[in-house]
């Protein structure tokens, strides 16, 4: 075993003895997403690297401290990609902070969210044990599916070493489209464009305007343009547009306000919430901007069967995560506890300790 | 670090249910379920006693069919009470024994749990009872232009509830995904009679991804009763390459180069020569019976999609020395390519009095590998085997074939299987792609797992079921069990699960 693997595995140990808490921490570029963070920091970045990459067997496999630029860059170099397009929200971010974060960007509608392309991890329990869950092939149901697990649990289950992810060749070609539209209107088209086979890779609409991304061969966005019309956004400009979306460098991001992110059916009508607004995923994503009051989000949320994050910034008293019915929280305390029994990881990250 | 630290008890050996008092759990059923409801005459529980793997034959204590999710809560709750496992059951086609029922339990069975209650063109969505065949999902949205894109070879027959118990795949899902990438909620019922909704139209939602748990666990955690899937837009166009090879080796490469190629085929299934002999007696797909391997290599898209990709992958199938290439003119001729290969499983059924599917999942570049292996395996055990398989994702499905009746055969074919198993492990794959552990492969999870890994997946059911009275003794061994068959291991001839009657 890796003397650094030994070595966290005894500090896992001596924290649980202990009754301490670790911070599980890349490059420290989603601080400030979930709870807040208790603990000594454990750092992933000493661990870093691609272990495994095969082009033609569609799956990377790379250590939790691994630069999240560095493993897409690898990616690149043989067409292929991470299709869900995780924000890095800056420059140190790591593979293993990405998947605990557990978020996707702007083809996630399309493609699947992350969850869907983690195959494998190696982890440290709370116990101090290296485990090994799931693999590197596309298919494998032997044993509960604990990896996927990991993805979104913001470091709260368990020390990921390694993670095997699928991925896909980039598409052939890419096109963006512009139209005009009110909110309501974008909404309904959407949904009707979503029911359709159109190469549709991504939506995004904001202040009157609705961008979108057509993903595919280039006969296939050929036809999908003279069907669904719209003006036609220059390639740079589109670029620029997906990738500010995707790391909140759009000018909707940039005020310094409260973030909500409300996830609800794609076919809610526009949200009665007082606010500025953007739409993603075919209208299953939606942020607001501003003070809004924490029980008047959620609240609005449930009533279409969504679900609201204070994203960013704001008062997080209230908590961050929508709360969870009683019988799931206690499912969710008591899988914590199977791999985390005396709560080392990331304490109050995900949901205030009681 | 004190007794949470323990591992649940269930994980060291299975717990002893023969104290279950069967007069004082069929009275109590009774009570609970109008009389059509509850099976427990002899005679009316032997439908019940295997699955699709009928090598494995268990009659239950009762079986209960609830029509109603209040219903299933009552029997939860009654055989919580009395310490009664439970074994649900979906449309007994699973091909593992997963639904094999327990001698002192209950077969809860969701046939009549068979409505679609909601189909929603515009938000793309079915909600359905987990009793509704896969293939009616499809035909529902059919006229929406829509459907829902697994598809297992049994769809015909399969419950979309058994999909959830082992996240069942099919020959489209490199391109679409498995049943966990397609389900986006679950309702079910606890152990405890407890209703959760786990996911929810709405995506990504808060706490941990139970939903992907619920997944493949077999019915150990939960009992599904309602199940909300996204329905897929139906391409316009879908198209098939049927490329013979004279090497199976280079069919493999070719499966490799076309990957490389950045293409994703909606299907890209090989099959052997034993395999296409058998299949060309039973349906004539016009397979070429002189090549060593067959590729189905599809596309499905906007016309114009399809084109452009058939085309590359020609040109790829080409470069990788397929010694024949034939594009399908027409839908006709697309399902007549297909035909063959779905009908795999029923041919073997024709050539051999039996035959015994095996599922692991290994990296693709292993493949030419794994099938010289299994056939010094066919001259160690004398019997034969024929090899179809989902090439784009490594999930193989030799096809074992023997005669039951012949002494010694069932336990030969069995050695076969594990030797199968153990190498897909050694190759760095999986024991199984989409079947599932069940019964069958339950010792050869101790050659994937080692002892701390059993013990978390324990833990993880005791996070759902702390009494471990769900579908006990299936899809995660004891260590007991793993113990013993480390015995077992070095003293070949004898018959594992000596414990379950077989015919």
Same mark, same amino acid.
């Given at each position: 075993m890796d003397e650094l693997i030994r070595e966290w595995r005894d500090r896992v140990r001596a924290s649980a003895s202990r009754g301490e808490s670790l911070q599980l921490r890349?490059?420290?570029?989603?601080? /400030?997403?979930?709870?807040p963070t208790a603990g000594e920091i454990l750092d992933s970045?000493?661990?870093?690297?691609?272990v495994a990459y095969e082009p033609t067997e569609l799956v990377i496999t790379a250590r939790c401290g691994t630069p999240l630029a560095d493993l897409q860059s690898v990616l690149a170099e043989r *067409?292929?990609?991470? $299709?869900?397009?995780?924000?890095?929200? *800056?420059?140190?971010?790591?593979v293993g902070g990405c998947v605990a974060a557990g978020l996707s960007g702007p083809r996630r509608s399309s493609v699947g969210a992350l969850r869907d392309f983690v195959l494998g991890t190696r982890i440290i329990d709370g116990r101090g044990e290296v485990l090994r869950f799931g693999?590197? %092939?596309?298919?494998?149901?032997?044993?509960?599916d604990v990896s996927r697990l990991m993805a979104g649990s913001l470091g709260t289950l368990a020390l990921m070493l390694e993670v095997s992810l699928k991925v896909l060749p980039k598409p052939v070609a890419e096109r963006t489209l512009r139209f005009e539209l009110q909110q309501a209107e974008a909404l309904s088209r959407l949904n009707a464009w979503g029911?359709? $086979?159109?190469?549709? #890779?991504a939506s995004f609409w904001h202040d009157g305007v609705l961008s979108l991304r057509l993903c595919g061969a280039e006969a296939a966005i050929d036809a999908a343009g003279r069907e669904l019309g719209g003006d036609v956004v220059a390639a740079d400009e589109a670029t620029a547009l997906w990738r500010d979306l995707r790391e909140h460098r759009h000018p909707f991001f940039q005020s310094g306000e409260a973030l909500w992110r409300l996830a609800v059916?794609?076919?809610?009508?526009?949200? $009665?919430?007082e606010a500025p607004v953007a739409v993603e995923w075919g209208g299953a994503q939606r942020w607001f901007r501003g003070g809004l009051p924490a029980q008047r989000v959620r609240e609005v949320a449930e009533a279409v069967g969504g679900h609201a994050t204070? /994203?960013?910034?704001?008062?997080k008293g209230d908590g961050v995560f929508h709360p969870l019915p009683a019988t799931i929280a206690r499912i969710n305390r008591r899988v914590k506890e199977a791999l985390d029994p005396e709560d %080392?990881?990331?304490? #109050?990250?995900?949901y205030p300790v009681d | 670090m004190g007794e949470r630290n323990e591992a649940p008890a269930m994980a060291q050996r299975e717990a002893d /249910?023969?104290?279950?008092?069967r007069a004082r759990l069929v009275e109590a059923l009774a009570g609970a379920l109008p009389a059509q409801c509850l099976l427990h005459a002899q005679e009316d529980l032997q439908p019940y006693?295997?699955?699709?793997?009928?090598v494995y034959r268990q009659v239950p204590m009762a079986v209960v069919l609830p029509r109603t999710e209040a219903q299933v809560v009552a029997v939860l709750r009654i055989c919580s009470e009395q310490g009664v496992p439970v074994v649900a059951r979906g449309a007994?086609?699973?091909?593992?024994?997963?639904?094999?029922?327990?001698?002192h339990g209950v077969v809860l069975s969701?046939?009549?749990?068979?409505?679609?209650l909601e189909l929603d063109a515009n938000a793309r969505i079915a909600v359905v009872q987990p009793g509704v065949r896969n293939l009616a999902i499809s035909e529902a949205a059919a006229a929406h232009g829509l459907y829902y894109a697994p598809d297992p070879s049994s769809q015909i027959a399969c419950s979309i509830g058994g999909n959830v118990a082992e996240n069942a795949g099919g020959v489209?899902?490199?391109?679409? #995904?498995l049943t966990v990438h397609n389900v986006v909620r679950v309702r079910a019922v606890t152990i405890d009679g407890e209703i959760v909704e786990i996911?929810?139209?709405?995506?990504? *939602?808060? *706490?941990?991804?139970l939903l992907a748990l619920m997944h493949g666990s077999e019915g150990m955690l939960a009992v599904v009763t309602e199940i909300t899937v996204r329905l897929t837009p139906k391409p316009r166009l879908a198209r098939c390459i049927l490329a013979s090879f004279d090497d199976v080796a280079k069919a493999g490469d070719a499966v490799a180069a076309v990957i490389a190629a950045g293409i994703i085929p909606a299907g890209l299934e090989m099959m052997d020569q034993p395999a296409t002999a058998a299949v060309e007696q039973f349906?004539?797909?016009?397979?070429?019976?002189?090549?060593a391997a067959i590729l189905l290599c599809e596309s499905d898209g906007t016309p114009e999609e399809v084109a452009d990709e058939i085309e590359r992958m020609r040109v790829v199938l080409e470069a990788s020395g397929a010694t024949e290439i034939r594009i399908s003119g027409d839908e006709a001729e697309r399902l007549k390519f297909w035909a063959g290969r779905k009908a795999a499983f029923p041919a073997a059924g024709r050539i051999s009095p039996d035959y015994y599917c095996m599922d692991g999942t290994i990296p693709r570049k292993r493949v030419g590998e794994m099938l010289l292996a299994i056939q010094g395996m066919e001259r160690k055990y004398g019997l034969r085997c024929i090899n179809v398989f989902h090439a784009g994702d490594g999930n193989m499905h030799p096809l074992i074939l023997f005669d039951a009746?012949?002494?010694?055969e069932l336990d030969r074919a069995e050695a076969f299987g594990a030797d199968i198993l153990e190498l897909s492990v050694a190759l760095?794959?999986?024991?199984?792609?989409?079947?599932? %552990?069940?019964?069958?492969k339950i010792n050869q999870m101790c050659s994937q797992f080692t002892t701390p890994e059993i013990e978390t997946f324990f833990r993880v059911k005791a996070a759902f079921d702390p009494a471990g009275l769900?579908?006990? #003794?299936?899809a995660i061994p004891t260590l007991n069990r793993c113990a013993e068959y480390g015995r077992m291991r070095v003293s070949n001839g004898q018959l594992p699960h000596a414990d379950i009657e077989r015919f």
């Open positions: 890349g490059g420290g570029t989603k601080d /400030f997403y979930g709870g970045r000493d661990y870093a690297g691609v *067409g292929q990609e991470l $299709p869900f397009e995780p924000p890095a929200f *800056g420059e140190g971010a790591t693999g590197q %092939v596309m298919k494998n149901v032997a044993g509960y029911g359709r $086979p159109l190469p549709i #890779g059916p794609s076919d809610v009508a526009v949200l $009665p919430l204070l /994203f960013r910034g704001g008062d %080392v990881f990331g304490r #109050g990250r995900m | /249910f023969s104290k279950v008092d006693e295997c699955d699709g793997l009928s007994g086609t699973g091909l593992s024994g997963g639904a094999l029922p327990h001698a969701l046939a009549r749990f068979n409505r679609i489209h899902c490199l391109k679409y #995904g996911g929810s139209r709405a995506p990504d *939602g808060p *706490g941990y991804d349906v004539q797909a016009g397979y070429n019976l002189a090549a009746n012949q002494p010694g760095g794959g999986t024991i199984t792609g989409e079947h599932g %552990v069940g019964i069958e769900l579908n006990p #003794g299936k």
